[in-house]
DNA sequence: CTGAAAGCGCTTACAG
DNA sequence: CTGAAAGCGCTTACAG
């Protein structure tokens, strides 16, 4: 391992002086420099990061904390788009990003404790999104610089890039409104996230708005779907009110909706229509294609690690919650007149 | 920040004392462990994990090298497991996950240079298999731990995770040939992939075996059939003597090709069969549900990181290819009889 | 069983 | 423009 009195010996210059070549301090000569440089590429330094960070203080580390696993299995399918989001930013800002994963509670707090007490991360990005997350509330405590990715309760500081899921289900309903239907129903998601909460409360308020009554019937729960989309479709297909129109929490449902269905014999979008949410990539390769609220997935997570640079940074308060724009992407699962092609 | 010097003073002992008992050393009498203990509790005391990387020169921290974007995008849904799988291990080895992306290959190798030369992490899992891959050069020259998810050629010694390959492909195919199929096609993917050159020479392995010609038409591109599925397999369901059953390289392209064929009015599978690999969680939720090779990929992460760790730690030279098995999930699309339930 | 000292590889006032 | 010295927070022979 070459270190830099390696280089200061080699060069015949003192440590300090290599360390300034390093870092590009102002006033050094335009001589030293090259020949420090020359011999550093010659000899192959590399400087070495922990050293660097010990004294400096920083890690130019972030920390992206996964939800538990099968908490949000749907999140699965646009994980690497965020992700992707997430490290296009902060590759650029000159930080890496560290995973860091939890089997239980206790072992979450542990992880974050020792990863930001112990100073090995600048940042945290943190993707669950559960009602009162006790992660948030460490975190909080000491002022570390955190963006939630998605939305919390009772923590209004901190600082979150989300989808504004009321309107986007309110979106989704009123396409539906607007295709003819008055029978919408809703396929839910797990209840303790937020994104559950707000894309149902969306669909009531258009609902409501359009002077529609809900039969309670209409609200499926979708966390069975998985594997009996059969059952569950069969439920409510059967009612004597049957919904001609079904909002869908996320995508990967909409599949165990859309297979329940056809398992029943009911063609989308003859029978019922369907619009899900996130538009991952598989939505447009089902059959029929399924129309879903696109979230900007990337730009979720470009952001989020923006925002956070800037926080640790400028140390800039930027406000609390930053709403990324959505857009209802409209497929053949929900309009009635399929033009095929060919 | 509060450091062992702090410990030390409120304890009344050395530093040296105080890091004895954080690391469990023996002789340390039960007086002074118990003493210490409570002082670091009451006052909050976290180690500095950059301060101890430095002198243990250690890292305790692994970095996963993702391929370059829309390199292999199907990956992206099996990511979410195969990260899963990694980091179940790592974190009960007690290592941390650096993610590192690159946006460029020059990039790559230099994000590379920084954190293996750099001594950021103790090693490296890579998850792209390209022929010939620089990454894996730099890696082998340093002799740096590296584990490979996938197969190389040229660098025998790398220690990689990895399935079968040929055989699943042998095994896809057999069970179409066992269905009495004669005319099987498949359905590639990029050429430059070690994965797609192995499913399709399993396929020809199986064919010829069974004394069987394949039709070159019978090979389609799958590059093409994300946004146009309908194309592709109009083209090869309207040659004069079209394939009753098609491989398919993975089951991303699988549901394009499922797509592509209920545009054009063909059942599946009554009038032609598929069978893919990977098995996402999504093709159990096909319509038709897709028959799929599973490759096992939280168990290919979670052996992944246990090779690299023991090859860290014991510096034990396991052998370089490990193959994890795979098991052909057979589904509605490659079975004539269609069973429905209700 | 415990402490003083040296050192991991770097940075940064301070002084010249 | 450059160097000597101190220090970041920890570990670990060495000595007692």
Redesign the pocket.
Known sequence: ????????KAA????????????N?????????EKVKRIMEEMG?????????????TTKTLAIVLPRPAEELFQDFFFGELLRGILAHSTKAGYDMLLAAATSPADEQDTISRLVL??RVDGVVLLSSRQNDPLIKLLAKHEFPTVLIGRTEGHDTIISVDTDNVQASFDATTHMLNQGHTKIGFVIGPPNLTVSVDRLAGYRKAMEEAGLTINPEWIVDGEFLQHSGYRAMSFVMNIPDPPTALIVIDDVTAFGVLRGLNELGFQVPHDISLVSFNNIALAELASPAISSVDISTYQLGYTASHLLVRRIQENLASQARNIIPHRLVVRESSIKEIHKRG
Chains 1, 2 share one sequence.
């Open positions: 391992m070459v270190t830099i009195k390696d280089i200061a015949g210059v003192s440590p300090s002086t290599v360390s300034r070549v390093i870092s301090h102002s006033r050094i000569s335009k001589a030293t420099t330094y590399h400087p070495n990061v922990m050293a660097k960070s010990l004294v400096s203080k112990g100073r």
